[in-house]
């Protein structure tokens, strides 16, 4: 005799905006391109973007991922080298012109208007204060446009009160792009508050693509027995959307590369998932997620849209006129389900 056994009911709350950014669906198109252009290998230092189907994506294009210059060996020095989109020190275009290799910046277009924020409090006399997390690529890039001893990285509220700049009077901050909104207003409400004269930057340093994923998040995140966000763990902003999320209201928050990573044990009773991306996470996952739980709840999506994103930043002059195939725009826009590497098992 066959048994039915009715799968118990689940609310998916997807967030929107999610995902890939312009600066991220940038990066990414620059490779592909640079791959048509001038054929394999192209080199890109450091990870274009965070996340793993990315970086093998483009791995089984033919990317080469290096950390540093000198790991690009010499026969190869006519094959373009792109720098990440979190933005390099001024020190790396310099190394790459002195070894006489042909470079694409991928640098997000915001992250360099931070870059150039930072040094115009520079220019205009002023110590710059930099917010952000010590360790990351964009932060060790922006400190990278300055000379040493020009930059102070403050991260938390706590380094805030402890900061003892030589000059109170000559002060201008600007922050990392990728950061928590409400931690950062905090840091600088307490710079504000010990350094009256501080300047701000002429225009907000965390990018749109942020502050709309947190808000969605926010919306959200509200009566949620458990929150998903897909992101890797080196991304600063999708591990801020976490931390977003528990504040928001949400019982339990995580952070997921693939649906495989989900403990299905530890679940427990959930009646409401929220389940967002970070700006450097692809939806083929997002999906892979929704049709995981599919498998086990009879599930209903609830979408939870704060704003359209219309953003779209123009590759490098000298891929302008390469032309990409519907396949290739699938992988620069997150939706090429081939491309996802080491596929996890079926739901059982």
Request: hydrophobic share 40%.
């Amino acid at each position: 005799m066959n048994v039915t056994v009715s799968k118990p009911p689940l609310t998916i709350r997807l967030c929107g905006p999610r995902g890939f950014c312009a600066g991220v669906d940038r990066a990414i198109q620059i490779v592909v391109l640079a791959l048509k252009a001038y054929g394999a290998p192209v080199y890109v230092r450091h990870e274009i973007v965070h996340n793993r189907y990315v970086v093998e994506g483009l791995e089984a294009k033919g990317a080469i991922f290096v950390e540093e210059l000198n790991e690009i060996p010499p026969e190869h020095r006519q094959q373009p080298v792109v720098f990440s989109a979190h933005g390099v020190p001024k020190s790396v275009p310099e190394d790459a012109q002195a070894r006489n290799l042909f470079y694409l910046d991928a640098t997000c277009p915001l992250v360099s208007k931070v870059h150039k924020q930072a040094m115009r409090h520079q220019r205009l006399g002023r110590h710059v204060v930099l917010i952000g997390h010590a360790g990351h690529p964009e932060v060790i890039g922006t400190m990278g446009q300055l000379p040493e001893g020009a930059v102070s990285l403050v991260d938390t509220v706590e380094d805030a009160a402890r900061y003892q700049p030589v000059d109170t009077e000559n002060l201008g901050f600007v922050t990392q792009t990728t950061l928590s909104v409400d931690d950062t207003a905090g840091v600088i409400a307490k710079l504000q508050e010990r350094f009256p004269a501080m300047q701000a930057p002429a225009a907000d340093s965390i990018c749109y693509a942020t502050t709309n994923r947190q808000d969605a998040v926010k919306q959200a995140a509200p009566g949620c027995d458990l929150f998903i966000v897909v992101g890797a763990p080196n991304s600063s902003n999708s591990k801020r959307l976490v931390e977003v999320a528990l504040r928001a209201g949400a019982k339990r928050s995580v952070l997921v590369q693939r649906a495989a990573e989900i403990d299905w044990d530890d679940i427990g009773d959930v009646q409401t998932v929220g389940l967002s991306a970070g700006a450097s996470a692809p939806e083929v996952i997002v999906d892979e997620i929704i049709q995981a739980f599919k498998a086990r709840y009879e599930t209903t999506l609830d979408l939870a849209v704060t704003v359209e994103e219309t953003e779209h930043f123009l590759v490098n002059r000298e891929l302008r006129d390469i032309e990409l195939t519907t396949q290739d725009m699938a992988f620069v826009n997150g939706t090429a389900s081939d491309a996802l590497p080491s596929r996890p098992k079926p739901a059982v």
